[in-house]
T-cell receptor, first 113, second 110 residues
Framework: ETGVTQTPRHLVMGMTNKKSLKCEQH?????MYWYKQSAKKPLELMFV???????ENNSVPSRFSPECPNSSHLFLHLHTLQPEDSALYLC????????????FGNGTRLTVT | GQNIDQPTEMTATEGAIVQINCTYQ??????LFWYQQHAGEAPTFLSY????GLEEKGRFSSFLSRSKGYSYLLLKELQMKDSASYLC???????????FGKGTRLSVIA
């Protein structure tokens, strides 16, 4: 148990589908993050939320749409994805957006067919 | 640009010592992190260095030389459960996001 829970663990979707990834943290942290992890590539930061406000959008295509209704919950809404979007999507949280360590969830393994 | 280099794969023997190197070229430096990630699991925090020198935490130690843009993670008394990917990450400055390396996959063999 990492304190950061992601659902679903696995997701297969077609390019025309709409789906959402969910992340919940039980650590009382104020910052939440979405990362993309692809094989043989570094972890790529997608979005950062600090106190529910988006503070970073790392040039992510609009087919990925984040939502942060409160400091404990983070969603990633997906629509009209491409096969190259298949990857492990990791959610993380930290007390602040400073040098406190990130706490990661186990990720959602996404396959786009 | 920002660049973090670490070896792709390493193999070591149970009970031995292994050193995983990380070199970085970033626009600034405000701390270096090491994370461990077992296959199919979340990355977990191992260590943090912001000043030069060695930080020891049980069987794991991490070293930093800011002048050389270099760090290493030292794992002693290797166990089979240490087989995992080890991720090096640097924060270039202030509240800028972490920049991650591609990770080093360590295999511990009997």
């Amino acid at each position: 148990e990492t304190g950061v829970t992601q659902t679903p663990r696995h997701l297969v979707m077609g390019m025309t589908n709409k789906k959402s990834l969910k992340c919940e943290q039980h650590l009382g942290h104020n910052a939440m993050y979405w990362y993309k992890q692809s094989a043989k590539k570094p972890l790529e930061l997608m979005f950062v939320y600090n106190f529910k406000e988006q503070t970073e959008n790392n040039s992510v295509p609009s087919r990925f749409s984040p939502e942060c209704p409160n400091s404990s919950h983070l969603f990633l809404h997906l629509h009209t994805l491409q096969p190259e979007d298949s990857a492990l999507y990791l959610c993380a949280s930290s007390p602040q957006t400073d040098n406190s360590p990130l706490h990661f969830g186990n990720g959602t393994r996404l396959t786009v067919t | 640009g920002q660049n973090i280099d670490q070896p792709t794969e390493m193999t070591a023997t149970e009970g031995a010592i292994v050193q995983i190197n990380c070199t970085y070229q970033t626009s600034g430096f405000n701390g270096l992190f090491w994370y461990q990630q077992h296959a199919g699991e979340a990355p977990t925090f191992l260590s943090y260095n912001v000043l030069d020198g060695l930080e020891e935490k049980g069987r794991f130690s991490s070293f930093l030389s800011r002048s050389k843009g270099y760090s290493y993670l030292l794992l002693k008394e290797l166990q089979m459960k240490d087989s995992a990917s080890y991720l090096c990450a640097v924060r270039p400055s202030g509240n800028t996001p972490l920049v991650f390396g591609k990770g080093t996959r360590l295999s511990v063999i009997a």
